[in-house]
Nanobody
Framework: QVQLVESGGGLVQAGGSLRLSCAAS????????MGWYRQAPGKQRELVAT???????YYADSVKGRFTISRDNAKNTVSLQMNSLKPEDTAVYYC?????????WGQGTQVTVSS
């Protein structure tokens, strides 16, 4: 059974930083691509960043230069370091992975950036 558990959300002022973590189980973690998505109120869920098993990364244009995705294969965790946060980064952030053709999501963690 695949499980993804996020942590690290919270309330921060604009310009501040937060670090999100996602602990994964039920997969061969080192082989799996991992990603972070976010969903703001009234908007569709959108891709934020991904990292492959080979540590290739992708970032949405809106977060390039501010966010960094990383993974620790020894601890089965993926992290998202978020710097220079803006009010428009406010959303529920979700960890994501694939196993075969199935998508798996964490429960989400709220990030709120005040102006």
């Amino acid at each position: 059974q695949v499980q993804l558990v996020e942590s690290g959300g919270g309330l921060v002022q604009a310009g501040g930083s937060l670090r999100l973590s996602c602990a994964a189980s039920g997969i061969i973690f080192s082989n799996n691509p991992m990603g972070w998505y976010r969903q703001a109120p009234g908007k569709q869920r959108e891709l934020v960043a991904t990292i492959t098993g080979g540590r290739s990364t992708y970032y949405a244009d809106s977060v390039k230069g501010r966010f960094t995705i990383s993974r620790d294969n020894a601890k089965n965790t993926v992290s998202l370091q978020m710097n220079s946060l803006k009010p428009e980064d406010t959303a529920v952030y979700y960890c994501h992975t694939l196993r075969g053709s199935s998508d798996y999501w964490g429960q989400g963690t709220q990030v709120t950036v005040s102006s």
